[in-house]
């Protein structure tokens, strides 16, 4: 009973964040306005629609490879064991980082404090 009831846990997770997390990384606006583009060392979570996403890897990106018209449509990734990889844009997440100029405010919680009741 508890064994399923962690499975659940984690398949409703999993559910929730594919359907509304993970398109926030992947906003595409109007090509009229540009948007944060991919950058070299960025950090991105590579999409394998054969695969559940908590099997999705993570990558680095190595080098950029813009189209003709300039826009950057494919990129060669590292893996965490070494491997490269070429991955169309659209399959990659990229992770906000230090260097994005986000601030998280951090509270101090006592122990055993339910943090979603704090929030």
């Given at each position: ?12 997770f ?6 509304e997390?993970?398109p926030?990384?992947q ?9 944060v583009?991919?950058a ?17 890897k ?18 060669t ?24 100029n ?8 006592q ?9």
């Amino acid at each position: 009973a508890g064994w399923q009831l962690v499975q659940n846990l984690m398949q409703t997770f999993w559910k929730r964040w594919s359907k509304e997390y993970l398109p926030q990384t992947q906003i595409r606006g109007k090509w009229t306005s540009k948007s944060v583009q991919l950058a070299k060392d960025d950090v991105v979570i590579i999409k394998d629609d054969c695969m559940p996403p908590a099997k999705w890897k993570l990558g680095i990106v190595v080098e950029l490879h813009p189209g003709s018209d300039g826009t950057v449509r494919v990129a060669t990734l590292r893996t965490a064991n070494g491997t490269h990889m070429r991955r169309p844009v659209i399959k990659l997440c990229r992770l906000p980082t230090d260097k994005d100029n986000t601030t998280v405010e951090t509270q101090d919680f006592q122990r055993g404090e339910n943090v979603a009741a704090v929030a």
